[in-house]
């Protein structure tokens, strides 16, 4: 960002010498000018940090009499570190909204679909509490540093940690036995879901994409505190089912769930760079 930088600069006036006096001070960064010399006390300019490299750099002042002599500061050193600003907007979800609102706190959206059609890189949408009978299904990926995030509003998500504590989901994802995804990131990359209660799909909970599209494998997918249950159709059926299914995914992160009493494969993978914890 932009910060001030400062220099004191001290040459005693002598009366009936017209040669004393600080004249002028000029800044510099690893030696180059920052501006003009800056001529009127206290003596400062604005250095603007996001046009430097993140690193270190060495600031120094150098004032210069009425006489023209000159003096340098000792090098100070300063490390930049530019965090780049949040991208994306913030929207919302709630069983009171409508989907011809602008996705605004106060005028949420209704379902999940336009949140999922709606929602670009670096977005967040918080969803409020309430059952949501549908397929969450984003329609974007995000980037590299610009993920997109479908979370449960904070205060409303689950509870609690793994192994039959989770609690406190008022966040529902519910497919009533007929549909058959919960959560469906198809070809998506960079996308966060977190804080729900998915349950009652006939398939997969969760669906990134099938190994048979390997050469085009999704990229960072987090699953994180979710309570994953009664998904799947029996597997006597035939059905052999995917409750997490994420066979073509690198950087894969499925952490804090509590995935209970589904039909099939609790989590399926088949690409390293994954973490999985506390499920």
């Not at 504590?165 to 998506?188: E, P």
């Not at 035939?238 to 952490?255: H, M, P, R, Y």
Request: hydrophobic share 35%; with cysteine; glycine share 10%.
């Amino acid at each position: 960002g932009t910060i001030i930088i400062s220099a004191s600069a001290v040459d005693p006036v002598v009366t009936g010498q017209t040669t004393s006096g600080i004249a002028s001070v000029q800044f510099k960064v690893n030696g180059v000018n920052q501006g003009t010399p800056v001529t009127l006390a206290p003596y400062g300019i604005s250095w603007d940090t996001t046009l430097m490299t993140n690193g270190s750099h060495t600031l120094t002042a150098t004032a210069r009499d009425n006489a023209g002599l000159t003096a340098t500061s000792p090098n100070v050193t300063v490390t930049v570190s530019n965090v780049a600003p949040p991208t994306g907007t913030t929207y919302y979800v709630a069983p009171t909204g409508n989907d011809a609102n602008p996705g605004a706190l106060a005028s949420p959206w209704r379902t999940l679909a336009k949140a999922g059609a709606s929602a670009r890189a670096g977005d967040t949408v918080y969803v409020r509490a309430g059952t949501y009978n549908e397929t969450l299904r984003p329609a974007n990926s995000g980037t590299a540093g610009a993920m997109i995030t479908f979370t449960a509003y904070p205060g409303d998500e689950c509870k609690g940690e793994f192994a039959g504590t989770k609690s406190g989901c008022r966040v529902v994802i519910d497919g009533q036995r007929t549909l058959t995804t919960g959560v469906d990131l198809g070809n998506d990359n960079y996308i966060r879901i977190e804080g729900f209660e998915i349950k009652n799909f006939l398939y997969n909970a969760v669906f990134v994409r099938i190994w048979t599209d390997s050469t085009k494998p999704a990229d960072s997918i987090e699953v994180i505190n979710n309570f994953i249950h009664d998904n799947g159709v029996d597997i006597l059926t035939g059905d052999f089912n995917k409750i997490i299914q994420a066979e073509c995914t690198s950087n894969l992160t499925v952490e804090n769930n509590e995935i209970w009493r589904n039909s099939g494969t609790a989590i399926q993978f088949c690409f390293l760079d994954l973490s999985l914890a506390n499920n």
